[in-house]
C-alpha cells in the first residue's frame, strides 16, 4: 500500500500488462456478498495490516494520512462530512479528529462492520447500512478505496447519486489504488476482501466525477515505506508521479451551479 518513487520510468510493457490483468479481472472476479464483509469484520484490522505488512505500518496510519490530507483542503469549518463507504469506522475516527465541529455520519452496506464503529462516532453522527437514511446535503463525502468494489457497469450511477448531495462549493473526494504500482497490485492480491476489486485508473476515477459536473484535480499520494519515512516531507511534491500507491481525485461541486 506504500510504494515509493524510485525515479523509475513506467515502460510500455508494465502498462500493458497492467492493463490485461485488469481484463482477467473483469471476466474472473465475483462481487463479494455483504454477507462475507460481514464475516470479515471482526478481523478486519489484522487481514487489512497482513495484506499492508509491506508498508511497514498499520492500518490506522493510511486512515490517518487520508484525513490529513483533507484537512489540508477543507476549511476547518466545515459542518457535515460523509464517510462513504465507511467499513468500521478507521477513517470516520480519523475524520472527526481532524473536523471536530463537524457531525460525521458513516455509509457501509455491511451491518457486521457498522456493529465495530466506535460508540461515540455512533453518538454524535449517523452510520447506516441503508444510504435513504443518511442527509440529503454534506460539504465533504469520501469514497475512500469503495469504487474499486463497485461493478464498472455501476460506478457512474453510484457517483451520480453520490454526488447529489453536496452542498453548494461541497467536495466530493475519491481515493484508490494505483493499478499501475505493482506493489499495490500484490496487496490487493493479498487482501480477502478485496477478492472483487476491479481498480481503476485516475483517469477513470476523474471522468466520473467530471461527468456529474464537479470540477475536479487530483494528486498520486502514499509514496514512501515506514523504513524511508524520513523522505515522506517530499511527497507533496511528488503528487505528479504516477508511482503513488494510491490517488485522489476532488470533485467540487461549482457555486453558480443551477
Excluded at 465495530?116 to 440529503?136: K, T
Aim: glycine share 6%.
Amino acid at each position: 500500500m506504500s510504494l515509493f518513487c524510485r525515479g523509475i520510468r513506467i515502460t510500455q510493457s508494465a502498462v500493458g500488462d497492467t492493463r490485461k490483468l485488469q481484463v482477467k479481472q473483469m471476466r474472473n472476479k465475483k462481487a463479494i456478498s455483504t454477507a462475507e464483509f460481514d464475516s470479515y469484520a471482526d478481523q478486519y484490522e489484522e487481514l487489512l495490516a497482513h495484506s499492508i505488512k509491506i508498508s511497514g505500518e498499520k492500518p490506522e496510519y493510511f486512515a490517518a494520512y487520508k484525513a490529513s490530507y483533507l484537512a489540508r483542503l477543507v476549511p476547518p469549518d466545515v459542518e457535515r462530512v460523509l464517510d462513504y463507504g465507511c467499513g468500521i469506522g478507521m477513517l470516520s475516527t480519523q475524520l472527526k479528529l481532524q473536523f471536530p465541529n463537524a457531525q460525521v455520519d458513516g455509509f457501509d452496506p455491511s451491518p457486521g462492520s457498522l456493529a465495530r464503529v466506535h460508540p461515540a462516532l455512533v453518538a454524535q453522527g449517523s452510520f447506516e447500512s441503508d444510504p435513504n437514511s443518511l442527509s440529503s446535503t454534506y460539504d465533504l463525502i469520501v469514497m475512500a478505496n469503495a469504487l474499486h468494489h463497485v461493478k464498472p457497469e455501476e460506478r457512474q450511477n453510484l457517483v451520480s447519486d453520490v454526488a447529489s448531495r453536496l452542498a453548494t462549493d461541497g467536495r466530493l473526494v475519491v481515493f484508490e489504488h494505483n493499478p499501475f504500482n505493482v506493489l499495490m497490485q500484490l496487496a490487493v492480491a493479498q487482501c480477502v476482501f478485496d477478492e472483487d476489486a476491479i481498480l481503476l485508473r485516475r483517469k477513470e476515477s476523474a471522468h466520473y466525477l467530471h461527468s456529474v459536473g464537479l470540477n475536479t484535480t487530483s494528486d498520486y499520494i502514499v509514496f514512501f515505506p515506514r523504513w524511508l519515512r524520513w523522505l515522506r516531507r517530499l511527497e507533496p511534491h511528488l503528487y505528479w508521479c504516477p508511482l503513488g500507491a494510491q490517488y485522489v481525485v476532488v470533485g467540487t461541486r461549482p457555486s453558480d451551479e443551477g
